[in-house]
C-alpha cells in the first residue's frame, strides 16, 4: 500500500517534522488532594501545567521549558520521564533542523549520501519510541491520572509512514 506519493515525500518530511514539534505528545489530566485538578499538556519543548483550583503566585497557568520541567523533578521518581522525554525532543529538533535545510537547500540534501525523507522518518519514528517510553514512565512512575498520548502516536505514524514511502520515481 502506498500512503505517499514519491513526488511528495520531500514535502511530507519537511510538514512532518514541523507537526512533530507542535503538537503536544501528551495530555494528563490529574487531580491531587490540596491542589485540584492539574491539566499537564506536554509539548515537544515545553510543558504547560493549568491548576483548576489553585493558585501559585496569583496565577493558575505555568509554562515551563524541559530544562525547568526537569528540574522541578529532579529527585523524584518521574525524572527518568522527563529524560525520555528530553531525548524525544533532541530528536525532533533535529528533525526540523533537518527540515529547514532540507527546504532551503532541497537540491543539495537531496543528492548527499543519506536519503532526507528516510532520515527524517527514522528521527521521528526514534522520538516516538523516547514519547512512548516517556508516556509509560509518567504512568508508572506517580504522576497520577490518565495520559492521552495524541502526538506519540502521530510521531509514530509520520516516522513509519516517512520509512516506508517508495522513493522511486516513476
Known amino acids: 500500500m502506498v500512503w505517499v506519493r514519491s513526488e511528495y515525500a520531500g514535502e511530507l518530511a519537511v510538514v512532518s517534522a ?12 490529574a487531580t491531587a488532594e490540596g491542589v485540584g485538578g492539574l491539566l499537564y499538556v506536554r509539548f515537544v519543548f515545553a510543558e504547560f501545567v493549568y491548576f483548576t483550583d489553585l493558585e501559585i503566585d496569583g496565577r493558575s497557568v505555568e509554562l515551563l521549558s524541559i530544562r525547568e520541567a526537569m528540574a522541578q523533578q ?9 529524560l525520555a522525554w528530553a531525548v524525544g525532543a533532541a530528536l525532533v529538533g533535529a528533525a526540523v ?7 532551503l537547500r532541497e537540491d543539495r540534501v537531496e543528492n548527499g549520501p543519506i536519503d532526507p525523507v528516510r532520515l527524517m522518518g527514522g528521527l521521528l519514528a526514534a522520538a516516538g519510541v523516547a514519547f512512548v517510553a516517556a508516556n509509560y514512565l509518567v504512568v508508572t512512575r506517580g504522576i497520577p ?15 513509519g509512514v516517512l520509512l516506508t514511502v517508495d ?4
Open 18 to 29: 514541523w507537526l512533530a514539534a507542535l503538537v503536544p505528545w501528551n495530555l494528563t489530566y
Open 74 to 82: 529532579a529527585g523524584e521518581l518521574v525524572f527518568a520521564a522527563y
Open 97 to 103: 533542523l533537518l527540515s529547514v535545510g532540507y527546504y
Open 145 to 159: 491520572g490518565i495520559p492521552l498520548p495524541i502526538g506519540t502516536v502521530m510521531v509514530l505514524v509520520l516516522g
Open 167 to 170: 522513493r522511486v520515481d516513476g
